[in-house]
């Protein structure tokens, strides 16, 4: 993903590390923001790398290299190069990434990846529309004090898209995809695919359909 970078190299190269409550109540420019304690940015934030391990709340847009996320950030707009994230992520409008990976609870209008999307279920998480330019997996967690929290752990999406599709425990109104498979607990209103297609006996798949060349 091609950033600005008149944007990213003009960032204040002082890093700002938060362990206490912090409000700023302008646009945050640092080359390095890390959230230990409470940070709210009432603007933009730009940064080479975002990591929170607190609570981070940013009202407007951020554009970050790399996003490491294990406590809670909420954002209204994102657009990074990589995303992890095993807390709670917010993203209320169009989250625009490389490749993004979440293992906690994810809220997100649009999810956008020109890489790949992996999400690994331990908690209810809901997408929009969420559309990668290669693959996107959901599956379950393999965390082991996860296992009594799989029935309550799902992904719902209106619309899921990519070349390689595989989902587990997801509620999908359209899935479309070249090779698709749908794997256990699944509710799917429609798939599209063109090239090959599989489901679980377990999961309920209400319409098909092969896509010709």
């Known amino acids: 993903m091609q950033h600005d970078q008149k944007i990213i190299d003009g960032a204040d190269g002082i890093p ?14 640092r080359s390095f923001v890390e959230v230990i304690g409470y940070l709210r940015v009432t603007g933009n934030m730009t940064t080479s790398k975002l990591k929170v391990l607190g609570d981070c709340s940013i009202r407007n847009h951020c554009q970050a290299m790399q996003v490491e996320n ?5 954002v209204q707009s994102l ?3 990589r ?23 994810v809220r997100i209008d649009n999810l956008i990846a020109t890489e790949s999307i992996d999400i ?12 990668a330019y290669r ?3 959901v599956r379950p967690s393999s965390r082991a004090f996860n296992y009594f929290m799989r029935p309550f752990s799902k ?9 390689n599709v595989t989902l587990y425990r997801t509620e999908a109104k359209l899935v479309c995809g070249e090779e698709i498979i749908i794997g256990p607990g699944c509710t799917i209103r429609e798939v599209r695919y063109s090239k090959s297609f599989q489901a679980d006996p377990g ?10 060349e």
């Open 16 to 29: 700002l590390k938060v362990k206490g409550s912090l409000i700023k109540k302008e646009d945050v420019h």
């Open 120 to 131: 690994s279920l331990s908690s209810v998480c809901q997408v929009g529309t969420m559309k």
């Open 135 to 137: 693959s996107i997996t």
């Open 155 to 163: 992904l719902r999406c209106e619309m899921v898209q990519a070349v």
């Open 83 to 105: 995303v992890s994230s095993s807390g709670y992520l917010s993203v209320s409008q169009k989250a625009v990434v490389d490749s993004f990976q979440a293992k906690g609870a």
């Open 79 to 81: 657009q990074a190069d």
């Open 203 to 212: 999961s309920h798949v209400e319409n098909i359909v092969l896509l010709k």
């Open 70 to 74: 294990l406590g809670s950030l909420r």
